[in-house]
């Protein structure tokens, strides 16, 4: 399956300037529209991405930095199913359908496309709130691999719920880990606890923060990727 990293921002720089956020688009899937619509549509054009061969949308989360895309690509392509968390905030809801989108809303596990599926919505709390985000797992020739987009409710308790309703280790992780304001020791047992579960591959992108990737570039080694945007995922 291919997947294409279209938009990512994960330094402090790109905060302060709101270029911050992720988007991947997952064989004929879209998963989030990164945190400024514009440079998501540059990204689009610049990496001669076919938005028009998409016919879903899945949204992780709510949050600014994962739907600034969204409202425009459903202007140009209504009808498009968008793949929103059961427990979403009547405000983006409203968006998909004031936008002409078709909306799905998303509790337990479930297929998207063939070989892309949901974990279903997963509760997490921020320290600012309540918000329920889900994650995709793919299928490919190494096995199940999971992509993540903030992983609020905790990347180690994602993969244990992917390895629960699939039946199979996960061969790799990708995506924001959420792991940028931890200390040291938090981020040596989390890697530490994903090595345990059989994770082979990690690509840590977004709000996984810098200490952290060096972190998961000693243990993983080769094996911990930094793909450029518009590059090819191999999973």
């Known amino acids: 399956m291919k997947i294409t990293l ?31 619509a ?23 989360h709510e949050d600014w930095d994962h739907i600034a895309g969204l409202e425009n690509l459903l202007r140009k392509r209504p009808k498009m199913k968008v793949f929103l968390c059961k427990k979403t ?16 809303l998303v509790d337990s596990p479930r297929r ?8 279903g919505q997963m509760r997490a709390d921020t320290g600012r709130g309540i918000l ?9 020739r190494n096995g199940f691999s999971v992509i993540t987009g903030c992983a609020h409710p905790g990347i180690v308790r994602i993969i244990k719920r992917a390895i629960r309703c699939f039946g ?14 931890n200390s040291r020791e938090e981020n040596l047992g989390i890697i530490g606890e994903l090595q345990r579960l059989g994770v ?10 810098a200490p952290a990737f060096r972190l998961f570039k000693r243990a993983f080694k080769n094996n911990c990727l930094q793909p450029n945007r518009g590059g090819t995922l191999k999973l």
């Open 38 to 60: 514009d440079i998501f549509e540059e990204n689009v054009c610049r990496y001669k991405i076919d938005l028009s061969q998409v016919r879903h949308v899945v949204i992780s």
């Open 168 to 181: 199979k280790n996960i061969y790799a992780v990708c995506g924001g880990f959420h792991m940028k304001d």
């Open 132 to 140: 329920y985000e889900q994650a995709l797992v793919v299928k490919s």
């Open 6 to 36: 279209i938009a990512e921002g994960s330094a402090k720089k790109d905060r302060k300037a709101l270029r911050w956020g992720i988007s991947f688009l997952v064989g004929n899937v879209l998963f989030d529209t990164f945190g400024r």
């Open 112 to 119: 998207i496309a063939p070989g892309v599926f949901s974990l």
């Open 89 to 104: 905030g009547h405000v983006l809801k409203k968006i998909v359908r004031d936008n002409g989108g078709s909306l799905t």
């Open 200 to 209: 082979k591959k990690v690509i840590p992108l977004h709000c996984t923060g």
